[in-house]
């Protein structure tokens, strides 16, 4: 496919991200295009990979307390694949963990956990492995922890506004609702495989989900309907960003002055959320943002307002952490996967 997708299949995959939930009749008349060509290019665009669909389970209702975000330096010398099947091997496979990238002589991984005593135990192996196989660039992986009780997840893999900047497409977007913490979640045990069954297999019709579980495609059907309308579970689509014309990914690790951090009631810190970001997290005295750039001059002019926005609320003791990924360079090891975890805490 080319690398260059025309204007219809632009809106379409912006639609596809925006509109997740809907079928294809249904999108073709929020988008103004016609249904077989919505069905043409989404067949296309799925067929070489330029998106996928993925489904985001609740879990902050079921029993998990944090949302971790762990990045590291690592030294050069080793290459980026050696270390990639280390970490493969030693931690990735750690349930908690659902996206992980790595570069040359840096990465970032996220993970979702019950309890913080799961989280040090992923830490502990993760700096024994890298420090005996001399990975790490003298320092210690650092984590920071977001317990969802006292955190705010204002953007979670939510990637309608970034693609409608990049393609220049003149919608208005549907106002998004943060991840956040509401009433716990009890399902049967029927509900827990229905359950954990569309987390791990997205992509599948009730039918075939059915044919996995060993039950009627009714019952599927019912069960998604009431995760859905009850917002136990949600559809997400997630764009391939450097198929679709990214350059740049950046992490940023804000840490704020203590005797004048953002106010956190009144969500002062969601004034750096832009079109950019792709996922936000904060608490009292620190954020994680990570963000997407169809280019370096892009990436540096937004850094450039975040400095001076920080600065001038005199929110920051220290500048932050900042790391950039090159998409076409980088290694995604774990690929925003939420099965493991979601079996784990199900109890499965």
Not at 149 to 177: A, C, N, Q, T, W
Not at 225 to 244: C, Q, S, V
Not at 295 to 310: A, G, H, P, R
Request: aromatic share 12%; with cysteine.
């Amino acid at each position: 496919m080319r690398n260059r997708l025309t204007e219809n299949e632009k809106m379409v995959l912006y639609g596809l991200v925006r509109y997740p939930h809907l079928k294809d009749r249904e999108m073709a008349d929020k988008m103004g295009l016609k249904h077989p060509t919505v069905t043409s290019i989404r067949r296309r665009l799925r067929e070489h990979g330029y998106f996928r669909t993925v489904k985001l389970p609740m879990l902050q209702n079921l029993g998990c307390e944090i949302l971790a975000v762990s990045y590291t330096n690592f030294n050069p010398v080793i290459p980026l694949k050696k270390r990639v099947e280390i970490t493969e091997e030693k931690i990735e496979v750690s349930e908690e963990l659902f996206f992980s990238l790595g570069e040359f002589e840096k990465g970032f991984s996220l993970s979702l956990s019950k309890d913080y005593t799961s989280i040090v135990r992923i830490n502990d192996i993760r700096t024994e492995t890298f420090g005996r196989l001399g990975l790490l660039e003298k320092e210690y992986p650092t984590e920071v922890i977001f317990p969802f009780d006292v955190s705010k997840i204002y953007r979670f893999f939510f990637m309608s506004p970034l693609i409608k900047k990049h393609f220049g497409i003149k919608l208005d977007d549907e106002k998004e609702k943060p991840l956040q913490k509401g009433k716990k979640i009890h399902l049967s045990g029927h509900e827990k495989n229905v359950f954990y069954g569309l987390v791990r297999y997205p992509e599948e019709s009730d039918k075939k989900i059915g044919e996995l579980l060993n039950i009627s495609r009714h019952t599927v059907s019912k069960m998604r309907r009431k995760f859905e309308e009850n917002g136990y579970i949600k559809t997400l689509r997630i764009p391939d960003l450097n198929k679709a014309g990214f350059e740049i990914l950046a992490f940023y690790h804000i840490r704020y002055d203590p005797y004048n951090p953002p106010d956190f009631e009144q969500d002062e810190a969601k004034a750096l959320l832009n079109d950019n970001v792709i996922f936000m997290a904060t608490r009292k005295f620190e954020t994680v943002i990570i963000s997407a750039y169809g280019n370096y001059e892009e990436y540096k002019t937004d850094k450039v307002e975040k400095m001076q926005f920080l600065k001038s609320k005199k929110w920051i003791a220290k500048n932050p952490v900042i790391r950039t990924y090159g998409l076409s360079k980088s290694t995604v090891i774990k690929d925003i996967n939420f099965a493991p975890i979601t079996k784990k805490v199900l109890g499965i």
